[in-house]
């Protein structure tokens, strides 16, 4: 019952193997497992439906004409259609007009105040651009606290009124101040409200008629179940917003919100949030998360965002040193920094095909190097670069050092010795990476 | 069955007409169509079928009232109206887990040990800090001492944000700074409230997405730690669950119970459109009560959870 998605649809085409056309009675075996796996990822009851109306549709109107096994043809079909119903290709954010107003806008504990510090810390890196994060949520407690801690990470500065109650005024007092200091970009973070609270979606209403901003964004959890298409409706209704965010992506959903959503609103998913730091925001690709929730990789996004925070010259130097046998623990400890700045390394990990079933349940939190860290911050210099020195006694000494116990030290250099070896194994492959890119434009 | 004859069926209507048909009471189209009949309309079946999904119960468990209700109307013959609403709301609170009377919901009620110390887990945002809060308040309200432990040290703002609702509500809250170790927050709290014979001690934890082992081993440290101070803590684990999350909630229960033994669970947001049907399979998997629905961010807006209601609101 709870295999995730592409898991699902993988065994379901597996009834369609075999068998050589696609039939009225062959497809209708495997939708009714697709309609199931689609209700069991929470898209809405609805939108399955006619997902799958449409997919049979297709389906059947094919099978004479091709002679692809019924399975590929099954999986294209899904694909392509999962893809359009999540819509197109990547919509870019608004950001015309001095300065460019983005407001947030969505339920309570969504993740719009951490997505506002997200965002405007991306937009100052990527695009150069100077943001004012503005304080309106007056009602949750600390909510103001909250943005300005983000902001001090950040950097950013935060407009706020402790003593306003008055979101609106807060809102237009802000634009003001950002003119005055010359901030190019405004970012309003506002509080959770539910779509039938009348007063609040009036309140959110009113704050974007005074700033009419640029962009409007619906973030919501993607942990959300049926009532998505309810509320993102609701929302859309009142504010005509530009976009959504899809926020906690980092976890285990099948996420079928994002194309209940898209369904109903037909407006573009824009981003999407995978952790609690800062540097855990990414595009949405429409395509990319078609692949993902059919199993086979978002390899384009993972190249991407490895290659802006890798640092070449340092991947170049350990690629040399792993070929001649010298990687060593110093080296070691520069790559967990690199994965570190690239922010969740399971989600990292999950993007690369085949990779994403073997780490579901493997252990590889942000905090997973904290312990390896300090027991190699407990070796000498020497130890560092040669770790076959490391010997009973030493081993004793490093213990002490770090408050690790030895057997703890004895695996983290059996798994050091492992990796060795399997890093040179790899090398001597070609790229994994590039295979499946091939694989996947001969679709 | 309505997965089955799904597909036989090419009536297609537009999303939009879907949604905003006005919901029909499940129970008048159920009787109207299996009243001197011993079978179930598919129709009908169907109905209930969508009623249920859209309420977020799944799949599974959706079929498996279904199975229960088409079985109960072969065997029995005949069924009025009335008894076939009876049939429904039985079988659907069959699934619900009874409250124990060892730690009781109601707030007034004795407590079985001193301080009774609650421990409140669950992911990301859904309203673990806030449900704290009010609960906090029930206790007050109810002549107990309270002390509130702010072991969320990692969210930006988490320990003002709960420091906030300790000042609304006029309860203690024990704290150290940002990024401090949360096991040692709770083991301040639990000796502070022991020294000063609190009776009830609620521990903030931070959100975190069960998928996370690090994360979920630390519930496992604090646990141990509290339990050198008073050795029956946590007393009570409430799993907080977000009533408009979708079917990843049983995977939630299932991870937590795992990590840290949840004795409760709280369910909030249930003033919003969603209906929180989930809980009904986590309920019969897991054999958990539920004890608290939120419904709204003010400090009163905690009921004790009425399986009945519940019911009532799921499938009216
Ligand atoms: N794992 C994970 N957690 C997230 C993500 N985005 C936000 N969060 C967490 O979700 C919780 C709620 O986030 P907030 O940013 O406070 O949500 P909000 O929408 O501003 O909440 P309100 O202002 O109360 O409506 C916090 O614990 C965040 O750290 C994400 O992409 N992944
Ligand atoms: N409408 C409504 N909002 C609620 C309810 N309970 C909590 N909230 C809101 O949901 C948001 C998140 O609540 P928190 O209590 O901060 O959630 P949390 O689980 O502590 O969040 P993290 O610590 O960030 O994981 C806040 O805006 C709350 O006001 C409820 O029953 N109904
Ligand atoms: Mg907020
Ligand atoms: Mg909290």
């Not at chain 1, 802000?174 to 506002?190: F, P, S």
């Not at chain 1, 964004?217 to 179940?225: I, S, Y």
């Not at chain 2, 002390?147 to 000042?167: I, N």
């Amino acid at each position: 019952m709870f295999e995730n998605l592409s898991e699902r649809l993988e065994r379901s085409f597996k009834i369609l193997k075999g068998q050589g056309t696609i039939t009225e009675i062959n497809v209708a075996e495997t939708l009714k497992d697709v309609r199931k796996a689609l209700l069991d990822a929470d898209v809405n009851y609805k939108v399955a439906k006619t997902f799958t109306d449409d997919v049979k549709a297709k389906a059947l109107g094919m099978n004479v004409l091709n002679a692809i096994k019924p399975n590929e043809l099954m999986v294209k079909i899904v694909h392509d259609e999962l893809a359009r119903l999540m819509g197109g290709t990547h919509e870019d954010i608004n950001l015309k007009g001095s300065p460019a107003v983005i407001l947030m806008s969505g339920l309570q504990g969504s993740g719009k105040t951490t997505f506002s510090g997200k965002l405007a810390n991306m937009l100052k890196h990527k695009r150069g651009k100077n943001p004012l994060l503005v304080a309106c949520d007056v009602y949750r407690p600390a909510a103001i606290d909250q943005l300005k801690v983000v902001g001090e990470q950040i950097n950013v500065p935060v407009y706020s009124e402790p003593d306003s109650k008055n979101p609106i005024k807060i809102a237009e007092n802000a634009i003001k101040q950002a003119k005055r200091n010359g901030h190019d970009l405004v970012i309003i973070d506002t509080a959770g409200r539910l779509a039938i609270d009348e007063q609040m979606m009036a309140e959110i209403a009113a704050i974007k008629d005074a700033v009419k901003p640029q962009e409007i964004l619906f973030v919501v959890d993607a942990m959300t179940g049926q009532d998505a298409v309810n509320t993102a409706k609701e929302f859309n209704e009142r504010l005509n917003f530009d976009g959504v965010v899809l926020t906690k992506l980092d976890g285990d959903t099948r996420g079928g919100a994002a194309l209940s959503i898209r369904t109903v609103v037909d407006k573009p998913i824009k981003f999407i949030g995978t952790g609690e730091k800062m540097e855990a925001i990414d595009l949405f690709h429409p395509e990319r998360m078609a692949d993902r929730i059919l199993g086979m990789g978002d390899i384009v996004s993972l190249v991407e965002r490895a290659q802006e925070q890798y640092d070449e010259e340092e991947a170049r130097k350990i690629s040399k040193k792993i070929a001649k046998n010298q990687f060593d623990f110093n080296d070691f400890m520069s790559q967990i920094q690199q994965i570190k700045k690239m922010g969740n390394i399971k989600d990292l990990a999950s993007m690369i095909p085949g990779v994403g079933k073997m780490m579901k349940n493997v252990d590889l939190d942000d905090n997973s190097f904290v312990g390896v860290e300090s027991i190699i911050q407990s070796m000498t210099p020497a130890e560092r670069a040669n770790p076959q020195l490391i010997n009973g006694s030493r081993k004793n000494r490093i213990a002490k050092g770090c408050g690790r116990s030895v057997p703890e030290i004895n695996r983290l250099l059996k798994q050091f010795s492992d990796m060795q070896k399997m890093m040179r194994a790899m090398q001597n492959q070609s790229n994994p990476l590039r295979m499946m890119r091939k694989k996947q434009s001969r679709r | 069955m309505g997965i089955l004859s799904f597909f036989q069926k090419d009536k297609k209507e537009t999303l939009d007409q879907g949604l905003a048909k006005t919901k029909e009471s499940v129970f008048g189209k159920l009787a109207r169509a299996v009243v001197g009949k011993s079978k179930v309309d598919d129709e009908v079946l169907d109905r209930l079928e969508e009623v249920l999904i859209t309420s977020d119960v799944g799949v599974e468990t959706t079929l498996r009232i279904i199975e229960r209700i088409e079985q109960r109307v072969a065997r029995d013959k005949y069924v009025g109206t009335d008894e076939l609403n009876k049939v429904l709301k039985e079988e659907v609170l069959s699934l619900l887990t009874e409250d124990n009377a060892e730690n009781p919901s109601d707030y007034s009620a004795e407590l079985p040990s001193s301080p009774y110390v609650i421990m409140v887990v669950g992911v990301n945002g859904v309203g673990k800090t806030t449900t704290i809060g009010k609960l906090a308040y029930q206790f007050k309200k109810s002549g107990k001492s309270v002390y509130l432990g702010a072991a969320d040290t990692f969210r930006a703002a988490a320990v003002e944000q709960l420091v906030a609702w300790g000042e609304r509500v006029g309860v203690p809250v024990i704290k150290q700074k940002m990024g401090a170790d949360p096991a040692s927050v709770a083991f301040d709290t639990l000796t502070s409230a022991k020294t000063n014979n609190a009776d009830v001690v609620i521990i903030d934890t931070a959100g975190r997405l069960h998928n996370k082992v690090n994360l979920m081993n630390e519930l496992t440290k604090i646990k141990n730690v509290m339990r050198k101070v008073v050795p029956t803590a946590p007393n009570e684990v409430l799993l907080v669950l977000d009533g408009s999350t979708g079917q990843n909630a049983f995977e939630q229960a299932k991870q937590f119970t795992k990590a840290t033994d949840v004795s409760a669970l709280a369910i909030t947001k249930l003033d919003g459109t969603a209906k929180g049907g989930v809980v009904l399979g986590i309920s019969d998997q897991f054999k958990i009560p539920v004890k608290y629905i939120g419904l709204g961010e003010g400090v009163e807006d905690l009921q004790v959870f009425d399986r009945k209601e519940f019911i009532n609101s799921l499938l009216d």
